[in-house]
């Protein structure tokens, strides 16, 4: 199995963000698949685990030793890929990185390597880019790009407050993109009950 930890938007973001992916989907059927997951700002990619009860309390550690914290979504943004042989695209909204985000990220890779080995996940290190996702695949790219040029003023400079740390599992047993869910939610912050 793989597992993953993000941050959580906060319910208004959460409901900005997803009436813009629904509103997408609505005009341009691409697809609601990722919605499956709470709006979030990934800390590290799915990295392979076997013990998900001693991750579950790395991540008690990790959540009571970050207090809230303001982040700002910037603007929408795409990046083309391909997906099951189709050019398609990935909008997400950019995160703008700060030096508290950039360290935390790579706190996360040094402690799980620490407890649990070499744990890599493609993307992580220097060139890890924070955003928090809005549409994947299911039409060309340039429907992507008719998307990103349509709603590219919608949410633009949206602050959000990080609250809550969410911890992804993903069961590699299943189809492709239908074996994940959300495992576990915890409050920041030492004075929050878990």
């Known amino acids: 199995m793989k597992a993953t930890f993000a941050l959580l938007a906060d319910n208004q973001t959460h409901n900005l963000v997803r009436k813009l992916a629904w509103d997408i989907h609505q005009k341009y059927r691409t697809g609601i698949d990722v919605c499956r ?13 076997s013990d998900l009860d001693s991750l579950s309390e790395y991540m008690t550690e990790l959540a009571r030793s970050i ?11 795409l990046i083309e890929m391909t997906m099951d042989g189709l050019h398609t695209g990935i909008l997400w909204l ?35 880019h924070f955003h928090m996702t809005v549409a994947i695949g299911g039409q060309p790219i340039g ?17 959000c407050t990080i609250q809550e740390m969410v911890m992804f599992v993903y069961d590699e047993r299943t189809a492709v ?3 994940y869910m959300t495992y576990r939610i915890l409050p920041l912050g030492a004075n929050h009950s878990l």
């Open 37 to 49: 997951l709470p709006p979030h700002i990934s800390l590290k990619q799915p990295f392979d685990i």
């Open 67 to 77: 207090e809230l914290f303001p982040t700002l979504l910037t603007h929408l943004e």
């Open 143 to 159: 429907t992507y790009q008719k998307i990103l040029d349509e709603f590219k003023d919608r949410l633009v400079n949206l602050p």
């Open 177 to 179: 993109n239908a074996g």
């Open 94 to 128: 950019n995160v703008q990185e700060t030096e508290f985000l950039r360290q935390l990220h790579e706190r996360v890779n040094r402690d799980l390597t620490a407890r649990f080995g070499n744990v890599p996940a493609e993307f992580d290190g220097s060139d890890y």
